[in-house]
């Protein structure tokens, strides 16, 4: 029996069969701006992906080695936070979307993708294993140094653009303004800013409405509630493009009962 986890909601609605990825790709590509393969495994890949089949993914994508980084490493990745409800595998699929994240950045160090994928796991499973434990093994600046490496190579890039807004909201929620901001170069401004530039990149994603209420919850609190409240909402009334989508939406649903 597999290890991973079915996707648990009806995925009709997101074959991509033929050209269909081809014709889709702009769209759902938006947030992390990957290019569109010319390697049919890599697209079967990315076919598995949007539908909910994680592990095909991943294993497709592996077949095709370092250059099927960004969908294995997203698709482990969505899966891990989302479907994994074993802290020990989860942290272990973070680990290893790590280490080969860290390989792309190797072969690839002029692809986005491989410094964002490797700094959103890292996020992740600092998440998992407490965002203070991790800054005090030195992670947080290896995030901040992929991210902002991400940006600089891809502007357009939303999904690096809410991941560094979360980071930063993060760093002064643990730490403090004043700390976050000598130690880590981590303020409320550029937050918001990362935020803003998020959703002007991708007004119609709900993980960019929910990172961002994430993060002005994180920064402000209950002071903005409002405002936090009205985000989650906005994201569980939109319409999911692939399986990932569907799984933002139905966090977000979850978290406004």
């Known amino acids: 029996m597999s290890d991973w986890k079915a996707f648990p909601h009806d995925a009709s609605g997101f074959g991509l ?5 081809d014709e889709l790709w702009p769209e759902l590509h938006r947030g992390d701006c990957e ?30 080695g370092n250059e099927g980084h960004a969908v294995a490493n997203k698709a482990t990745g969505i899966y891990a936070t989302y479907l994994e409800d074993k802290q020990a595998r989860k942290t272990d699929l973070f680990l290893a979307a790590t ?45 901040q140094k992929s991210l902002e490496r991400a940006v600089k190579l891809q502007p357009a890039h939303a999904e690096a653009w809410t991941a560094l807004g979360l980071y930063h909201a993060e760093i002064i929620d643990k730490v403090g303004k004043l700390i976050g901001s000598m130690t880590y170069g981590a303020s409320e401004s550029k937050s918001l800013e990362c935020f803003r530039k ?19 919850y994180l920064l402000f609190g209950d002071d903005r509630y409002e405002e936090v409240s009205d985000l989650y909402v906005k994201a569980s009334e939109m319409e999911a493009k692939d399986a990932m989508e569907k799984l933002d939406i139905e966090f977000a649903l979850a978290e406004l009962e």
């Open 17 to 21: 069969d033929g050209e269909g990825l």
């Open 35 to 64: 290019p569109f393969p010319e390697d049919e495994t890599l697209q079967d890949a990315w076919r598995a992906f949007h539908s909910g089949d994680f592990e095909a993914a991943v294993g497709l994508a592996d077949e095709a």
């Open 99 to 143: 280490k080969r994240a860290e390989q792309a950045i190797e072969s690839f160090p002029k692809d986005a993708n491989a410094h964002y994928f490797h700094a959103f796991n890292l996020g992740r499973y600092s998440q998992s294993i407490s965002v203070a434990k991790a800054l005090k093994q030195g992670i947080g600046g290896k995030i």
């Open 198 to 216: 998020s959703l002007e990149l991708t007004p119609d994603s709900p993980i960019a409405h929910i990172e961002y209420a994430n993060g002005l």
